[in-house]
């Protein structure tokens, strides 16, 4: 469990229909208030669902050539700084970013992004993960992550999960909410971690379409090598290793980076049950996810 008092005592609540804890709506007038740039990239994801390999991957399209002593001296969390996050001594996206374009996440459902993202026509990347492996990365991220609530034992965390009651809501409402965007948005570019996994230079090469980028053939293969999972977890710029509200004792940030893990946590029972209730909630047949490669 979480080693840190603060989250033991974190509550979560309910928040204009979504689980939230006061990290991510403290700042909720400004951060709705925000003024976007045509230029900003938004990166919007559930949590866990490969949000800091597509913003390395970014970073290193917009940036890999032109700003060298970023990538050795700065954090990712802080290349990318987090939308709704509010903790002290974070650099929060209003004290102004260094450079242009901006990239930002989010974990915010699509009906919390700030209107002025729309209203700019900003790119905007959203990357979806299989429910279970999400699920599973999500329990032992609460586990060391001393800004969430603690997550209890994993029976039941499953639970609460398939509730909705985790940070960012439910899982289900937040992939179908976006998908059903995507469909009307040309500027939201829909991802699946599986994917990456499965191929990621050619997920790559549909980002930089949708963004427009060419880079030479020498620098995509430079990026898709870089952003493997071992060279991610060995470089202490992507690790998180650096981030002060991680405990390594409990777990790592980058854990297994695989497709399938769910199946070392899920029960016989718990995956009918989960299967069962997923068939209730997920109606849309134009969005599948795969849990297996
Ligand atoms: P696991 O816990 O299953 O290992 P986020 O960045 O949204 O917090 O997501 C973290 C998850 O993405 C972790 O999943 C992490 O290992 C995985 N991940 C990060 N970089 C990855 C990479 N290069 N390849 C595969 N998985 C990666």
């Known amino acids: 469990t979480c080693p840190d008092i603060m989250c033991l005592l974190l509550p979560l609540f309910d928040f204009r229909g979504v689980s939230m804890t006061h990290f991510f709506t403290d700042n909720w007038e400004n951060v709705q208030n925000f003024k976007a740039r045509p230029d900003d990239v938004l990166i919007a994801t559930y949590p866990k669902a490969g949000t800091t390999w597509v913003s390395y991957i970014l970073d290193l399209l917009y940036f890999g050539q032109t700003s060298p002593e970023r990538q050795t001296s700065v954090p990712i969390y802080e290349r990318v700084p987090f ?30 992004v700030p209107k002025s993202f729309w209203e700019q ?3 905007i990347i959203y990357v979806a993960r299989n429910a279970k492996d999400n699920m599973v990365s999500y329990f032992h991220f609460d586990s060391m992550a001393m800004i969430e609530p603690d997550p209890g034992d994993w029976n039941n965390y499953f639970q609460r999960f398939m509730q909705g009651k985790v940070v960012t809501g439910s899982w289900y409402d937040h992939v179908n909410g976006w998908w059903k965007k995507k469909q009307t948005s040309p500027n939201v570019h829909y991802m699946f971690y599986e994917d990456l996994v499965e191929d990621t230079g050619r997920e790559i090469d549909k980002l930089c379409s949708f963004l427009g980028l060419s880079p030479s053939e020498d620098e995509r293969k430079r990026i898709t090598g870089g952003v493997q999972f071992d060279k991610m977890k060995k470089n202490n710029m992507t690790n998180y290793s650096t981030h002060a509200r991680m405990d390594f004792k409990t777990g790592s940030f980058m854990r297994k980076g695989r497709v399938g893990d769910w199946k070392n946590h899920f029960t016989v029972a718990q995956n009918e049950e989960f299967d069962e209730d997923y068939k209730k909630k997920m109606k849309d047949p134009t969005l599948q996810l795969r849990t297996d490669l």
Request: charged share 20%; net charge positive.
């Open 83 to 112: 939308l709704e996050l509010i903790v002290p001594k974070f650099r929060s996206v209003k004290s102004g970013l260094p450079t242009s374009p901006r990239l930002i996440k989010t974990h915010f459902p699509v009906q919390f």
């Open 121 to 123: 026509n900003c790119k």
